[in-house]
């Protein structure tokens, strides 16, 4: 299976992209910024840059044989059969002053309530639970002597941490096997991954490399905001962080699992 930030899709990518998905010979595939970027004047992602796109007919044709859930702009690809899926809501753990969508969004109010997308797959009569993350970035800056600035910073901790605790409910009550596999946004440093739930395994030791890089600033390896974690009955055979061709500022990540039999 593979996990995999595409950086807006194929926007300015070409027939490489499909290409490259191909070549990860996947049979499970985590895909996360399922959306367009619109042109922007000052650099800063906001709300209204946002374009919701509908690639299924591409996909179908391109990568044909997989089924198929989104949410926001979280997308899975399977092979094995999709017997549900769901995005988890962040609303329940924002502050009331957050959980309004907001109003460039309001005909896609899952590419602001939804920052993971559940989806349950058979695999050879095991139901295992993938959940495919895109968490917000942290603050960027913490200019101390600008209020806006500390609010804005704040109104961002806030959202990661309702992503956070909105896995860690939803796989604490999930009594099948769990593959949590994507983009947390989240260094080594940052503490905020002890949100998720005991449950969860990280499984960067089966990765050859003892510091992973992820994140990616041309052909330089910055720092792992991408994760894998599973639950204990998820064996983990094989793990390593493919290049992104120089169409996304992340690594893939592809690994090997199997899941107990029924």
């Known amino acids: 299976m593979a996990a995999w930030n595409t950086q807006f899709w194929d926007q300015d990518q070409g027939p490489g992209f499909y290409a490259y998905l191909r070549d990860l010979h996947a049979d499970v595939y985590l895909l ?43 997308i899975t690809l399977s092979r094995f059969p999709i017997v549900a899926h769901r995005g988890l809501d962040l609303r329940p753990w924002l502050p009331p002053d ?13 590419g602001y309530t939804v920052e993971t997308l559940r989806t349950d797959i058979d695999v050879n ?88 890089g992820t994140y990616l600033a041309g052909t330089a390896e910055l720092w792992r905001i991408d994760w894998l974690y599973t639950s204990p009955d998820v064996t983990v055979h094989r793990y390593d962080l493919p290049g992104a061709r120089g169409m996304s500022d992340h690594r893939a990540q592809r690994m090997v699992v199997s899941v107990p039999r029924p």
Do not use: C
């Open 32 to 74: 996360t910024e399922y959306l367009y970027r619109a042109a922007d004047r000052g650099g800063r992602w906001t709300a209204d840059l946002a374009v919701r796109i509908d690639k299924l007919a591409e996909l179908r044709r391109e990568l044909p044989g997989y089924h198929v859930a989104v949410s926001g702009e979280q």
């Open 98 to 110: 957050q959980r309004e969508t907001p109003g460039a969004l309001r005909g896609w109010p899952e």
């Open 125 to 212: 009569g095991t139901t295992v639970s993938f959940y495919n993350p895109q968490i917000a970035q942290p603050p960027l800056e913490w200019r101390l002597y600008d209020a806006g600035t500390r609010d804005v910073a704040a109104a961002k901790t806030l959202r990661r941490e309702a992503s956070y605790r909105a896995i860690g409910a939803d796989v604490a009550a999930n009594p099948h096997p769990v593959l949590l596999a994507g983009d947390l946004n989240t260094s080594p440093a940052m503490g905020i991954r002890r949100l998720l739930p005991e449950r969860l395994v990280d499984r960067t030791p089966a990765l050859p490399s003892l510091l992973p």
